[in-house]
């Protein structure tokens, strides 16, 4: 008689960061019902092989109508405006979700959203490890690629420093009178020096100084991704596990 061990459960494999992109503004009437899908995102991780990695990208479009969103970027603006070289100059608005770079659709299309982020967790992706220190009034933060992928095109390296559980009371413009809660807040951006190759390298590296003592440490994360030049597809992406102190 041959002796079975008892059947193993085979581990699950391992989620795909997925990188989720809302260009939204506190101007903007249409943007809130976005911005709490982008936090539903965050917090259920509803999307089956991916893990949903969110940027709260505050645009400047409607600094002049009324209410200045106080975490508007201009580099927010910025990289909207590039995505228009892929998705076309009629498609650039508020609310837009960005998955993966590959991907636009209305932000608060939640059926939309979710079937982008399974179909850019289904394509190859290299991997990242990502690490961050406070060294008190900057953050430094480096990231290495752990698993290579054939990008065929030159790859850039940006990293960001997002706030989540942001709330803001909103005195004028089209949301006036609303109290509006944010996560995964854009507060900095910072593209690397010089092309990240599709096979691992050395690491990439940025240094956000002049940390405001308002931005809530315990609520700061880093990410860093890595994005096609031609196609601005992300490649790889990963959050640093914590900010070390």
């Not at 989620?15 to 992109?21: H, K, L, N």
């Not at 209305?106 to 220190?133: C, F």
């Not at 910072?190 to 003592?213: E, L, N």
Request: proline fraction near 7%; glycine fraction near 8%.
């Amino acid at each position: 008689m041959t002796l079975l061990a008892s059947a193993q459960p085979l581990p699950a494999p391992a989620r795909v960061p997925v990188v989720v992109e809302l260009f939204t503004s506190e101007g903007c009437s249409s943007c809130p019902p976005a911005d709490a899908l982008l936090s539903k995102l965050l917090s259920d991780q509803p999307v089956a092989g991916a893990q949903i990695v969110p940027l709260g990208l505050h645009v400047t479009y409607w600094d002049q109508q009324g209410w200045k969103d106080p975490a508007s970027l201009e580099d927010a603006t910025r990289r909207q405006q590039d995505y228009s070289r892929v998705f076309g100059p009629d498609r650039v608005y508020t609310p837009q979700a960005v998955v993966d770079g590959g991907a636009e659709t209305v932000g608060s299309d939640e059926n939309a959203v979710r079937r982008a982020i399974a179909k850019a967790a289904a394509l190859p992706h290299a991997q990242l490890s990502v690490t961050a220190t406070d060294t008190g009034g900057r953050i430094v933060a480096s990231a290495v690629v752990t698993k290579p992928v054939i990008a065929n095109e030159r790859l850039h390296g940006t990293f960001f420093i997002t706030e989540d559980a942001i709330t803001s009371v909103v005195k004028r413009g089209e949301n006036g009178g609303r109290t509006l809660r944010h996560d995964a807040v854009v507060r900095r951006m910072s593209i690397t020096t010089g092309d990240q190759p599709a096979a691992s390298g050395p690491p990439m590296a940025a240094v956000f100084s002049g940390i405001p003592a308002e931005w809530r440490r315990d609520r700061l994360h880093v990410v860093a991704i890595l994005q096609g030049e031609k196609t601005r597809r992300i490649w790889a992406a990963a959050m640093a596990p914590e900010i070390r102190h």
